[in-house]
């Protein structure tokens, strides 16, 4: 007789911890579409030498960049995507967004889209 509660208590939590394994799982898809954040700020080293600095300057030579940090992650995608196909001029986002795959521009994006210091 004593066995048949400790089965059943076992069963509830093998239960409650998948339940919670597939919430964990599902948690990174509500907050960032497919983009990997951290595998974008591995990529954007060279982009933040522009992109992250006090007044939105690139240091030398100095000129005015635009604010990424915070920004709209579908807006960068398109706005990458955009300079990768020619359709939006700027020859250095062009070169920049040229060799970035559809997956690097996601992971840009996402990663651009979560700070919000620059
Ligand atoms: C040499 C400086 C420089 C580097 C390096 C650079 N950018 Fe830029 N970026 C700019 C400038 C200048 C603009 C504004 C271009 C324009 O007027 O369209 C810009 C524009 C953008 C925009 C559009 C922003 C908007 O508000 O429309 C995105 C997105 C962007 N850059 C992402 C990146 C990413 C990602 C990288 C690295 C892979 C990168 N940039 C590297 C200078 C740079």
């Known amino acids: 007789m004593a066995m048949i509660p400790l089965v059943r208590t076992e069963t509830k939590i093998v239960t409650r911890k998948r339940l919670i394994m597939a919430l964990v799982a599902l948690l990174p898809l509500a907050a960032m579409a497919d983009g990997d954040a951290k595998n974008g700020r591995v990529l954007t080293d060279t982009c933040l030498g522009c992109h992250a600095i006090e007044n ?3 240091l ?3 000129y005015k960049v635009p604010k990424l940090g915070g920004q709209n992650e579908a ?3 398109a706005a ?5 196909d ?3 001029p700027h020859k250095t986002m062009q070169a920049q967004a040229a060799t970035l795959s559809d997956q690097e521009i996601a992971d840009v994006a ?3 889209a ?3 210091d620059d």
């Open 56 to 58: 939105y300057r690139s």
């Open 60 to 62: 030398y030579p100095m």
């Open 75 to 77: 807006y960068i995608v």
């Open 80 to 84: 990458l995507k955009a300079y990768r």
């Open 86 to 88: 020619g359709a939006r």
């Open 110 to 112: 996402a990663y651009f």
């Open 114 to 116: 979560s700070r919000f």
